[in-house]
């Protein structure tokens, strides 16, 4: 199974910058999208940016501009740079991949996340 592990997460004072990473593991299988939610104490996980295999981004409106995510295949790993960092943007971050793996019964379709890097924006 496809495992991701989340880092770069931590305090950072408004304004600030982070680049927040997530390494993919596993054998035989094939990436379709990944992409980047975040969940705040008491709301619901949320959408902050994704990319598809062919390179096509997207992100949330509270990011635009401010953020950009960006894929190193040869290090299997996805990045989000987030900068003019708010306070409202404290949370845990989730790395997301889907895809297609390979199992004892063939190919099947795979939904991993990560176990959350804590972002934290505070003076």
């Known amino acids: 199974q496809v495992q991701l592990v989340e880092s770069g997460g931590g305090l950072v004072q408004p304004g600030g910058s982070l680049r927040l990473s997530c390494a993919a593991s596993?054998?035989?299988?094939?990436?379709?999208?990944v992409g980047w939610y975040r969940q705040a104490p008491g709301k619901q996980r949320e959408f902050v940016a994704s990319e598809t295999s062919g390179g096509t981004t997207a992100y949330a409106d509270f990011v635009k501009g401010r953020a950009s995510i960006s894929r190193d295949n040869a290090k299997n790993t996805v990045y989000l740079q987030m900068n003019s960092l708010k306070p409202e943007d404290t949370a845990v971050y989730y790395c997301n991949a889907v895809g297609r793996e390979t199992s004892h019964t063939g190919l099947v379709d795979f939904n991993s996340w990560g176990q959350g890097t804590q972002v934290t924006v505070s003076s």
């Open positions: 596993g054998s035989n299988y094939s990436i379709d999208g």
